[in-house]
């Protein structure tokens, strides 16, 4: 029964799921289009900024859809937790990647102005919002009908994860190393959220 509950809540709620893979899409062309950018070594954002050739593409067609579909999905799901948190959550996430996409970062990441300024703060949000949540959901009470054991652990394995990831984050030692570190929790955030 389980199982199919997930199935058949990914089938009928499939926001998140449609705005990751978007997002996805839009960042895999845009960085592979953008002359001298690489995917290891810099931070997403940079195809959004001004300066960047695509950013409409990054901006529009990834930040905003992807931030969109988080709203949307938790209206979609708050029937299936017992609480307001997550629905508050995702809320929350929703709206920090729709700031990260309608104000973007100055060139090079730099925070120059009041759009580079309210970019890194919306980012400062969403990498605390990305930390906090796993570990929040590996909480059985949260769900009207608790999620599979493996599930739970999961969470709570990839939040912890995530977190101390954060807490590394090294803020202005190496433009290099923050990209990484942002490119790993990006990518958790691309895999936990939809899985989830």
């Known amino acids: 029964y389980r199982k199919s509950n997930f199935f058949v809540l990914m089938k009928s709620q499939p926001a998140v799921w449609l705005g990751a893979v978007l997002f996805c899409a839009v960042i895999i062309v845009a960085g592979v289009m953008t002359p001298g950018y690489s995917h290891l070594h810099q931070a997403i954002s940079e195809l959004g900024a001004p ?13 905003i859809p992807l931030g969109i579909s988080f709203i949307v999905f938790a209206f979609q ?29 100055d ?23 990305l930390s906090l949540t796993p570990l ?11 999620p599979q054991r493996w599930l739970l652990v999961f969470s709570f394995l990839l939040g912890a994860l995530v977190l101390i ?27 936990w959220y939809p899985l989830h």
Request: hydrophobic residues 50%.
């Open 51 to 63: 300066n960047a050739p695509y950013e409409w593409l990054v901006r529009w067609l990834g930040f």
């Open 77 to 105: 799901s708050q029937k299936n937790f017992s609480s307001k948190l997550p629905f508050m959550l995702f809320c929350l996430t929703g709206l920090a990647i729709l700031a990260a996409g309608i104000f973007p970062t």
């Open 107 to 129: 060139p090079h990441g730099r925070r120059d102005t009041l759009s580079g300024m309210i970019h890194a703060i919306a980012g400062i949000a969403l990498l605390s919002l």
């Open 136 to 146: 929040l959901f590996a909480l059985p009470p949260l769900y009207r009908i608790s």
């Open 165 to 191: 990831f954060f807490m590394m984050l090294p803020n202005g030692i190496s433009p290099g190393l923050i990209a990484l570190h942002q490119k790993i929790l990006g990518d958790y955030f691309e895999f």
